[in-house]
Structure formats: C-alpha cells, structure tokens
C-alpha cells in the first residue's frame, strides 16, 4: 500500500465531503483503540473543526487512559481540535433501572452491551447537530463489510465512513505512518461494550488477520471444503458471521408495492 498517498485521498475526501455538505468539520468518540485514532487523525488533518468525545460507560480505566492521551496528542499537534468528556454511566443505569427487569441476566447480556453503543450514537449526533459537524464512523473494512462487527444503529450510525476501504492491517500500517502513540498500537482491538477486559478475538473466535484471510478467500469463490484444519475452523467462523449479520451489511429492505395496488381505475357511467 503506498500509504502515504492514501493518508491524502482520505484526507481531502473528507475534506470535499464537508465543504459540499457545507458543515464545520467532523465529532468522533474516542475510545482508546487503533481505529478511533486513526479515524481522528485523519479528521485532525483535514484542517477543519474536530470535536472528539469520551463517552465512558462503566469504562475500564485503561481504555480512559488511553482516548484522553490521544486527544491530548491531537491538541498537540493539530490545530481545532476540542473534547469533551461526557459520562454516559448514569444514564445507562438509569436505562437499566427503567427496563423490565429479567429472570436470568445473561438473557439481555448483548442487548445492553449494544445499547451503550447507540447511547453513544444519540450523544454524537446531539452534539453534530448544535455544532454542524459530521459523524465521522470508525468501522474498518472487516468489521463493516466482512463479518458485520458493529451494532446497528449504534457505531454503525454514522454520515460517513472513511477507513471502511482498508483492512485492519492497513489501519496499523496508517497508524505507524501517522504516528499514532504506541500504547495505542500495541493495545489488543476491543469494543470496550462490556465493561470488562474481553478482545474482539474473544468475541469473534478469530483475530483480525485471520478474517482478512477468510474475505478473500470468499471473494476468491472458495468453500469451506477447500481447507483443513485452523484454516478450515476460520473460514467457517468468517461464513457463519458474516450470513448472522448481513442485516447490518444491506440496504433496510422496503417493501414495494405493486404498481396496479396503487392504481385506481376510474368508470365513468352516464
């Protein structure tokens, strides 16, 4: 990848795209891992107005640590750039408390775990309304096209996209190139929507150069009865994802209605 020429067609892409939409700049949560770094960044050197946001949700304090040492790296370096700090914590316990309350908790485990990312979604776009900012999304190319790693509505409510091209590994090599810190980098890829110390690999059952594989061999036309073994294991772990969540990866399927159901036939009579 010539990797700084792509810095620059992201970089001015985002930039035409502001312009002609005629907003300010972009908002973004920060969460302490590569892609909202990246995503960012990118942002930052556009030169336009970028408002990061925390939005911490019975956070671990390292994923803190990390989102407010890059926001301060970006001050640094960047000019209009801004943060805010806004804790989602007693809003989502609120939101706990007011639901209907279950017999086994681990039945609505997942459901909570995605409505911390939709409470963030709601937060950006409060926030991309009063400023005129566009919602920059974080999702790189396995997550958004691959296995559908996001949650709807949730990070995956976004105006635009621009790291959703690149695989992972691009993510890290941009990364290196942009100068990203280093804890950064070396930190192990999660959602964080749990609020405990689990890897997206945990959750996936594969890491992300294993994905990457597993999309390009799909693309390749191979099958499942093609490999053996790891290889085997992996490729069914990216089929079996990517049908669960293809929901996430079309259009919201529409209804049409026959044009003759919306015909009416008027009868003159004398």
């Known amino acids: 990848m010539q990797t700084e020429k792509v810095i620059d067609h992201i970089v001015t892409w985002l930039k035409n795209y502001a312009e002609k939409a005629k907003m300010k700049g972009f908002i973004i949560g920060i969460s302490g891992g590569i892609d909202s770094a990246v995503t960012s960044t990118l942002c930052a050197k556009t030169g336009l107005e970028l408002l990061c946001l925390e939005m911490p949700i019975h956070q671990k304090a390292n994923q803190e640590a990390r989102a407010a040492n890059h926001i301060a790296w970006l001050k640094e370096n960047y000019k209009l750039v801004r943060s805010n700090n806004i804790n989602l914590t007693p809003v989502f316990d609120s ?53 559908g790693f996001f949650t709807k509505y949730g990070d995956g409510g976004v105006d635009l996209s621009p790291i959703a ?78 049908r669960a969540n293809k929901h996430k990866m079309v259009p919201i399927p529409v209804c049409e209605i026959p044009i003759h159901l919306k015909t009416t036939s008027h009868l003159r009579t004398k």
Do not use: C
């Open 165 to 242: 091209d690149l695989s992972k590994s691009e993510v890290y090599e941009i990364a290196e190139t942009l100068g990203i810190l280093p804890e950064i980098i070396q930190a192990a890829p999660t959602d964080g929507l749990f609020g405990d110390d689990r890897t997206d690999e945990d959750q996936l059952g594969a890491s992300y150069p294993e994905l990457e594989w597993a999309m390009e061999m799909t693309e390749k036309g191979k099958s499942e009865s093609d490999f053996f073994d790891r290889e085997k294991e992996i490729f069914r772990i990216f089929s079996r994802l990517s």
């Open 95 to 147: 939101f706990v408390d007011t639901v209907p309350s279950v017999t086994d908790e681990a039945d609505r485990f997942l459901s909570l775990a995605n409505t911390r990312a939709r409470l963030r979604m709601t937060t950006l776009y409060y926030f991309a309304a009063l400023d005129q900012l566009l919602v920059a999304g974080t999702g790189n190319k396995i997550e958004d096209f691959g296995v």
